[in-house]
């Protein structure tokens, strides 16, 4: 056992060294060092240092914490550590997340006090070196949330299947209180309901607000933080993300961002909980998007159009199968494929626009830019066509409206490279020759839902969008092996002749179809003309 002991303690970048037994097994004895990097436990035996060791890497731990049992005859104080490592599943090939508490007693000296002042030592060195594991994610450190800190989690209990508040009862809670986070739960009632609150809340009460929910509710959190009046303030506190509904879109782009194995459901779930508790926060871009009668909104994921926004929308009647639904909505549309007649045309992104110097000069408020000089468009864009389409949807006729002025002052940043919707686009925009089309999705996030990663390349402040469409002419059979190579992000080396993909700084879609759909985050908006423009790193994003 001495031998034992030696040979721990010669160990490279200890900290911290002690004997203790353990919660359960009072009369077996561990060695526990605590390194710069990791945590590691030796049950003290007979037999060989390699045998019943444990190395817990801190960059998996969440919290630690310190304490007196109940028995007030009991000397002993408590040290529990809380980990999340990537551990393989019995009987599966992948990797997830997967909680490891262990805990120890400290029991060496005969006052209670000196015991728990021993293991506050330990609790507080282990939350410190935890805290230190950082790493650059592309080249740049992420900021890091303030401890103590205090959330609003925002719960929608009607998204998904309806299991959002019993997965917070079963995941959240516990890993938000292993992790020491204070937070306050908040159930919406109704739609728009999260929107209003974060529009009128006092925000210097929360150091971050995290939804529990589909995408849905994010949007109208973003949009509610853009409408203050205190918006460039109101716009940078962090928000977080916890898969809660169906498509989960953004919770699958900020797992895939740390760079685990894809997951979904409630591994999904846990790996945001544990990116969550680590609270490292990084710039998000949002998009700003303008429609022809409607107020600008604000986007953090997509914009769609066509067979994408149809699947989205007419899947909702199957919201009771979760994730499904969109599977099965994929296959009805399928069977009916759509074509819309429609302009597409958009800003290229620069060569120098990924570019760090590109970041700051975006993430500033540029409200003292003057908007391009507008050219004569390429065609004249009142030709309508009918579309081939069986869409029972209801048509929303709007009245040809002047559309608001980019120069007109608006809650949130100032859109310099968009004209107003009924005025031409500069010479430098491109015209997209095609009229016909069977999809149209705008991205700025690396995933259109849990499993489909729709833009492999997209950063959450890469500062572009991340153009897709498809031209009419693709059979249902090849759309159908596009979305399942779309799986494994591999739909952009398919060599399909009728994908298109490119990267731009803004972009405007004009409907001839007289019937469709048009998403926003998955929210359906005024059918019609709509145009859309990135601003870099607007906002704050956790992702661990």
């Known amino acids: 056992m001495d031998q034992c002991r030696a040979k721990l303690e010669s160990t490279s970048l200890v900290k911290l060294y002690g004997e203790f037994t353990g919660t359960s097994n009072r009369k077996g004895r561990c060695a526990v060092i605590l390194t710069e990097k990791d945590l590691v436990v030796q049950r003290l035996t007979s037999a060989p240092v390699g045998r019943n060791k444990v190395v817990l890497s801190l960059k998996d731990c969440v919290g630690c914490r310190a304490y007196r049992g109940n028995d007030s005859a009991d000397k002993a104080a408590y040290l529990v550590a809380y980990f999340y490592p990537l551990k393989r599943r019995w009987m599966s090939s ?10 120890f007693r400290l029991a060496s000296l005969q006052d209670p006090q000196a015991n728990l ?35 609003m989690l925002l719960v929608n209990p009607q998204s998904g299947k309806g299991q959002a508040l019993t997965l917070y009862n079963n995941h959240i809670q516990r890993m938000l ?6 937070h306050t739960l908040v159930i919406t009632e109704r739609q728009n309901h999260a929107r209003e609150m974060v529009k009128e809340a006092d925000l210097s009460q929360w150091d971050a607000l995290v939804i529990m929910s589909g995408d849905g509710l994010l949007y109208e959190v973003i949009n509610g933080l853009l409408e203050r009046p205190d918006w460039e303030e109101a716009i940078r506190t962090p928000l977080g993300i916890l898969p809660g509904g169906s498509g ?37 871009d949002m998009v700003s998007v303008h429609l022809c009668s409607s107020p600008r909104l604000f986007s953090f994921l997509s914009l769609a159009w066509g067979f994408v926004a149809d699947v989205d929308i007419e899947s909702e009647k199957y919201r009771h199968f979760g994730a499904v639904r969109f599977t099965i909505g994929t296959l009805v549309r399928l069977a009916s494929l759509r074509v819309y007649k429609g302009r597409l045309a958009y800003l290229p992104a620069t060569k120098d626009h990924n570019s760090e110097e590109a970041l700051r000069s975006n993430t500033m408020l540029c409200k003292d830019r003057v908007p391009p000089v507008t050219l004569p468009a390429v065609r004249d864009s009142s030709f309508h066509n009918s579309c081939h389409s069986n869409n029972s949807l209801k ?38 020759p095609e009229e016909d089309f069977v999809l149209m999705l705008a991205m ?3 995933h259109l839902a849990e499993d489909l990663l729709a833009a492999p390349e997209a950063t959450p402040d890469d500062g572009v969008i991340h153009l897709f469409y498809v031209r009419a002419g693709i059979s249902p059979t090849a759309l159908l092996r596009l979305f399942l190579a779309m799986e494994k992000g591999a739909h952009l080396t398919t060599n399909c002749q009728h994908l298109v993909y490119t990267k731009v700084q803004a972009l405007r879609l004009e409907p001839y179809s007289p019937k469709g759909i048009i998403t926003v985050d998955g929210e359906v908006v005024e059918y019609g003309p709509v145009q859309a423009e990135v601003h870099r790193g607007l906002s704050r994003l956790i992702t661990g």
Not at 123 to 147: D, H, I, T, W, Y
Not at 177 to 182: D, P, R, S, T, V
């Open 94 to 103: 992948r990797v997830s997340r997967q909680r490891v508490e262990q805990g």
């Open 117 to 151: 002042e021993e293991a506050e030592k330990w609790a507080r060195a282990v939350r410190e070196r935890s805290a230190r594991q950082q790493f650059p994610r592309n080249g740049v450190l992420m900021s890091q949330m303030s401890r103590p800190c205090q959330m």
């Open 177 to 182: 209180n292993e992790a020491g986070i204070k």
């Open 248 to 284: 989960n879109a953004l919770a699958a782009s900020i797992h895939h961002y740390s760079g685990a194995s894809p997951v979904t459901s409630e591994e999904l779930l846990v790996s945001c909980g544990f990116l969550l508790c680590k609270g490292l926060v990084s710039h998000m």
């Open 395 to 432: 048509v929303r006729r709007v009245e040809s409206t002047p559309s608001r002025s980019a120069t007109k002052a608006l809650p949130g940043p100032h859109d310099s490279l968009l004209p107003p919707l009924d005025q031409p686009l500069p010479d430098d925009w491109v015209v997209v």
């Open 444 to 446: 700025y996030q690396s």
